[in-house]
């Protein structure tokens, strides 16, 4: 089955949980726990769509209270038809970075279409279900620790763009995963106690750890495929699922968005798709810089006919070491008609960075091209 012979209308969620017109943050908090969402359409008395309001939207506002409203904090989201495809769709989610999007009609919300209804489909989809997961993990996962803050792991998701994170132990066995979803509370909570000194008797601010409110953890090994971890993950209402070794010690990791990037590779979508996530910069200037070095390299990479390029993402951190000195490190994922290429680099000058994973991108994949030639000669 291909993305483009589904529509919208076959997979959305029709039961909507929708936040509403002058609802306070503390209700939104918990309608998102509740239900397990990461997203909620926000809607007039009429049901008419008026925005969005999700996780990343209030963890950015680092100090607003419970009590504000929910149209403080919405954002203005694209839409759907029941028309479109899920090929249109995966390509829209990955383009604005949202979870879930709304479908419209006549501007009231008829249903919303998030990544997990999408990755449901995948047993559907041979192509894509039967995938390795090797050939579509991003290898060297960011993890966290048991004993450390909840803080902490809230600064790794922001950092990734991800709403959980895999848990390891003292000897970097996974023991758990942290969701987004378990700690709302807690950090919401915290942000809105009163300071140090304006309780009685109150000695010490406590401390959550990871341990405290991680889940159980969500994984299959290095011989599975991808139809294998989404069991799980649809399983365990999961957003990620991690590829361990044999000491079940993670080497991988698959999210969501892994998931429907390589639905986006099986679609007949035209061009390629540039992203980039985590450079929270206001001056376009790099942006426009970073696509124009990206175009040239996929130039290059498209006289390698079988291996075609259609979806190319940037990951980037930023690391301030000391004083004002800044570090880079940026991971790459280019998506091909016959697989998937990664790339990782470091360094203190962001358009060097880019251009070191863009080399080892273009490196990979004539490597391949030459094996797939040694092969057809060998064969013939």
């Known amino acids: 089955m291909c993305p483009e012979t589904i529509k919208v209308e076959e997979v959305m969620t029709r039961d909507v949980v929708s936040a509403r017109i002058g609802e306070p943050i503390s209700r939104i908090i918990s309608k998102l726990k509740e239900y397990g969402f990461h997203e909620l359409p926000v809607v007039n008395e009429k049901n008419e769509l008026v925005g969005l309001v999700n996780y990343r939207t209030l963890i950015r506002r680092k100090n607003l209270p419970l009590s504000a409203r929910v149209e403080t904090i919405m954002v203005k989201p ?19 970075g949202y979870r879930s999007l709304p479908v ?13 209804d999408i990755i449901r489909m995948i047993p559907k989809m041979k192509g894509v279900a039967n995938i390795p997961v090797v050939e579509v993990m991003s290898s060297d996962p960011v993890v966290v620790e048991e004993d450390s803050p909840v803080e902490y792991a809230v600064d790794v998701m922001r950092r990734l763009g991800e709403m959980s994170v895999p848990v390891v132990d003292e000897h970097r066995k996974l023991s758990g995963t942290i969701h987004m979803k378990d700690i ?7 942000k809105n106690r009163p300071s140090m000194g ?23 090994d290095e011989n599975s495929y991808l139809k294998d971890a989404v069991e799980k993950m649809i399983e365990f209402h999961s957003h990620i699922c991690v590829v361990v070794d044999k000491n079940i010690q993670p080497i991988g990791i698959i999210s969501q968005k892994d998931v429907i990037e390589a639905v986006l590779k099986e679609s007949k979508q035209e061009g390629v798709l540039v992203q980039i996530t985590g450079l929270e910069i206001e001056d376009s200037e790099p942006y426009l810089t970073i696509y124009e070095m990206a175009e040239e390299y996929l130039n290059k990479i498209n006289r390698f006919r079988e291996f075609r390029p259609r979806l190319l993402t940037f990951h980037v951190e930023v690391h301030h070491i000391s004083g004002k000195e800044t570090k880079y490190s940026v991971r790459a994922r280019l998506t091909t008609d016959k697989k998937m290429f990664f790339a990782k680099s470091y360094d203190w000058n962001l ?7 863009l080399d080892i991108l273009e490196k990979n994949v004539k490597k391949e091209h030459e094996k797939l030639l040694e092969f057809r000669r060998e064969v013939l």
């Open 78 to 96: 694209p839409i759907l038809s029941r028309d479109s495809t899920l090929g249109d769709t995966v390509k829209l989610l990955l383009e604005t």
């Open 351 to 357: 358009y060097r960075a880019f251009r070191e994973v």
């Open 104 to 116: 419209v009609e006549k501007d009231k919300v008829v249903g919303i279409v998030s990544r997990t």
């Open 198 to 220: 304006e309780v009685v008797g109150e000695k010490e601010k406590s401390v959550t750890l990871v341990k405290d409110i991680m889940a159980p953890p969500i994984y299959v």
């Open 184 to 190: 709302a509370d807690i950090l919401w909570k915290e």
